[in-house]
């Protein structure tokens, strides 16, 4: 850190200020800071719950803004990402502690027949970034390996994703597998790729096409807010 | 003693590279979620076809079967242990096929990225991505392939690896990026800084370009954003034959072979020196693409109006190279 007048020291702001910055340190992709910050406001007695929506999400909803509007790219997200990982991993265990809602888990890989999975694993970063738990199955998964996966973890999302025009069409067969089931409305099923678009989204009848990891995370936190909507009406 | 590319390049004002590898081998029956690359050991004669379908369709620069040769790429399929094998093998069907066409054709030795993400967010480093590339590029050279050809990178750290792994295997070579994300890679790189970064390399590229991305239209945006630079270096097209359309249950590339002739005609209008296809682009769309550029006189450069009026909309407003993007107001910096 530089050693200068104008070096912001974390503990003298009050909680307005800390949580503008803490955004600022977000978006800057500055760990250390954040897990400082985390504290700080653990020790001021704010709860894990309320660090964690009203300044990590918060901020990192501005960081998914930027890069769905074109002025963020990949490697500052996923900086950014990091920072959010950091100040998260204090804050789990106080989460689980006091019952706090949870943001969501996600069950997610690339489908049977496809190895590309670097847009998969951003979207994994990015939502872990957000808060979500994520249970990553790799690369080429059959439906089995989705939906047992799903059931055991009791996930609240299923995510699939696919590179190849060769390999989308396998979507809908774990989707029509869903159906035949009976499970298919137990699971939020969110799919993307580089070859998909949303009118495949909705033929093959998955919740929603997300364009990249950004959109995921928005996608998924609405739905997650839905769910939760339904469970309290 | 220059190399093959440089020659063929010196009596020709353009070239055409080849087309599809997935999308052709798949219709040969790969299956999806094998890797390509074990049909060079596997299936040589289906990998020789390969080749011929471009050279015969009138490629003068055909790209081997290697694309995720990488030891990354294939320790998926356990096979990081025949990096330099399977390498070897896909330039020496190419050199045998290359050989035969009875007028110069230029084997290029495929080096697709290894998919892992640079530190600190990533496990991948400078120093592994080099010696990945190079082991990958070693097996290409003994294997009889010309040039080598890097292709769809997204982060500058990994071209700039690539180049370093051509300059340890003595070998010129071209490298193209994929600009798939509002005009930039995915990385955020725009056409004019991948420019910049290619002219400050100790090793660089006797061509550069982009490849796959989003359609045509973007990829000839592209293009023009190289050629607004004013660099001397020959530039490559390799643009996918269209969007990928969902038809009663099935897959197809929208770009007909008549659109695929008039995006190579404007790509070379648009400045690019070596111009081809990438993914959903079939013999049928090469042949058009060859007779277009051998019957078409140059033209002035289009317009973005024109080239979306021809080849269809772009994918985003802007490619990044404009004044737009207004950065977030900070709050202020704590450090530099």
């Known amino acids: ?233 | 003693m220059t190399d093959a590319l440089s020659r063929l390049l010196e009596t020709r004002d353009w070239l055409m590279a080849d087309g599809a590898t997935g999308t052709n081998l798949f219709n040969m029956g790969l299956s999806s979620g094998d890797a390509p690359e074990m049909w060079n050991a596997d299936e040589p004669a289906k990998i020789k076809k390969l080749y011929s379908l471009a050279v015969d369709a009138g490629s003068d620069i055909f790209l081997t079967n290697s694309f995720g040769g990488n030891a990354s790429r294939l320790k998926l399929h356990d096979a990081q242990s025949r990096v330099r094998e399977l390498n070897r093998l896909a330039a020496e069907i190419g050199r045998d096929v290359a050989d035969a066409a009875g007028r110069p054709v230029i084997v290029a030795g495929s080096i697709g990225p290894t998919g892992d993400i640079f530190a600190p967010m990533g496990t991948l480093t400078h120093e592994l991505a080099v010696e990945m590339f190079h082991e990958q590029a070693e097996g290409l050279k003994e294997g009889g392939a010309d040039v080598l050809w890097v292709e769809t990178i997204s982060a500058p750290e990994e071209y700039k690896a690539a180049a370093e792994a051509c300059h340890l295997a003595g070998m010129p070579w071209c490298g193209t990026m994929s600009f798939d994300t509002a005009g930039r890679t995915m990385m955020g790189l725009t056409s004019s800084a991948m420019v910049g970064m290619v002219d400050k390399l100790a090793h660089p590229p006797m061509a550069f370009g982009a490849n796959c991305g989003v359609g045509a239209a973007d990829l000839l945006r592209t293009i023009l954003g190289f050629a607004a630079t004013g660099t001397e270096r020959a530039i490559i097209a390799k643009g996918n034959a269209g969007i990928p359309k969902y038809v009663d249950g099935h897959i197809h590339y929208d770009g007909t072979p008549e659109l695929m002739g008039e995006y190579a005609v404007m790509a070379r209008d648009c400045g690019a020196t070596i111009i081809g296809g990438c993914c959903g682009t079939m013999p049928d769309h090469l042949r058009a693409m060859r007779a277009a550029l051998e019957n078409t006189p140059r033209g002035e450069r289009p317009t973005l109006e024109a080239i979306s009026a021809r080849l269809g909309g772009f994918s985003s407003e802007d490619d990044g190279l404009g004044e737009g993007g207004a950065k977030r107001e900070r709050r202020g910096r704590r450090r530099s």
């Open chain 1, 1 to 233: 850190m530089a050693e200068d007048d104008n070096e912001i020291i974390l503990s003298e702001l009050d909680d307005d200020e800390l949580t503008m910055q803490m955004m600022d340190d977000l978006y800057d992709g500055l760990k250390e800071e954040i897990e400082e910050a985390t504290h700080i406001l653990l020790d001021r007695g704010w709860t894990p719950y309320d660090i964690l929506t009203k300044a990590l999400v918060a901020g990192m909803t501005i960081v998914g803004h930027d890069f769905r509007d074109g002025i963020l790219f990949v490697p500052e997200v996923l900086l950014a990402a990091n920072a959010m990982k950091g100040g998260m991993a204090i804050l789990k265990p106080l989460l689980i502690e006091t019952g706090a809602p949870r943001m969501g888990k996600m069950v997610i890989g690339t489908v049977k027949g496809d190895i590309h999975d670097i847009g998969k694993n951003l979207v994994a970063m990015m939502m872990e970034g957000a808060g979500f738990e994520i249970i990553d199955l790799g690369i080429n998964n059959p439906v089995e390996k989705y939906l047992e996966t799903a059931a055991a973890e009791g996930a609240d999302i299923i995510g699939m994703s696919a590179l190849l025009t060769t390999t989308m069409p396998y979507m809908k067969v774990v989707i029509d597998t869903m159906k035949e089931q009976g499970i298919r409305d137990d699971y939020i099923v969110l799919v993307g790729g580089a070859p998909l678009n949303e009118e495949f989204g909705r033929a093959i009848g998955a919740d929603a096409y997300c364009r990249d990891a950004a959109v995921a995370v928005e996608t998924a936190k609405e739905f997650i807010a839905r769910k939760h909507n339904q469970m309290s009406a």
